[in-house]
């Protein structure tokens, strides 16, 4: 359930989060909407078809099993719901959807962020990726940041320094 701010809980995080496994194996796409609107750009979006809604006003469904971790359903996300999770070389990697004008570079040290924008680890930007929108008006950049691993269920924005 969500809290009254109507940011989620670990809890919530946790009830669809994909196993230590498949985290091993690359990334994965992980969304926290929770909301019954009508909305569906990361269905569309999913070359792989990884991405189902019971209905249009129904959160979506992640296939773990499907899902390539591409990210074009992290750019496509208009609510910025939706991202990309790894552990590679013992290590953890969360890809966030950035869409201010100032994009951080590779190897820029920056600020991991909570949902609540509090700052609960130094974080390094691995990789910086503009993906071309299906409708060509997205702006959206996906900048992936390696984290602490206990916090790859946590880290969900950054602050550049």
């Known amino acids: 359930m969500l809290n009254v701010d109507g940011v989620p809980t670990l809890d919530d995080v ?11 194996k690359g990334f994965v796409a992980v969304h926290e909407c929770y909301q019954d609107i009508p909305c569906n750009p990361c269905v569309e ?6 991405i ?4 249009l006003t129904t959160p979506p469904v ?22 990309l999770l790894s552990l590679k070389n013992g290590s953890a990697q969360v890809t966030i959807p950035y869409e201010m004008m100032d994009v951080p570079e590779k ?3 920056v600020d991991g962020l ?3 924008g509090r700052k ?11 993906l071309p929108s299906l409708d060509k ?19 969900r924005s950054f602050r550049r320094r």
Do not use: Q, W
């Open 137 to 155: 008006t997205s702006r959206t950049t996906l900048v992936t940041l390696e984290i602490p691993r206990e916090l790859l269920p946590v880290v």
């Open 52 to 55: 189902s809604m019971e209905k």
């Open 45 to 50: 979006s999913c070359p792989v078809h990884a």
């Open 107 to 109: 190897g820029e040290k």
């Open 62 to 83: 992640i296939d773990f099993n499907k899902c390539t971790g591409c990210g074009n359903c992290v750019a496509s996300c208009p609510g910025l719901a939706i991202f």
């Open 114 to 116: 909570d949902r609540y």
């Open 120 to 130: 609960v680890c130094e974080a390094d930007v691995a990789r910086v990726v503009k």
């Open 14 to 24: 946790m009830r669809n989060f994909p196993s230590e496994e498949r985290l091993i």
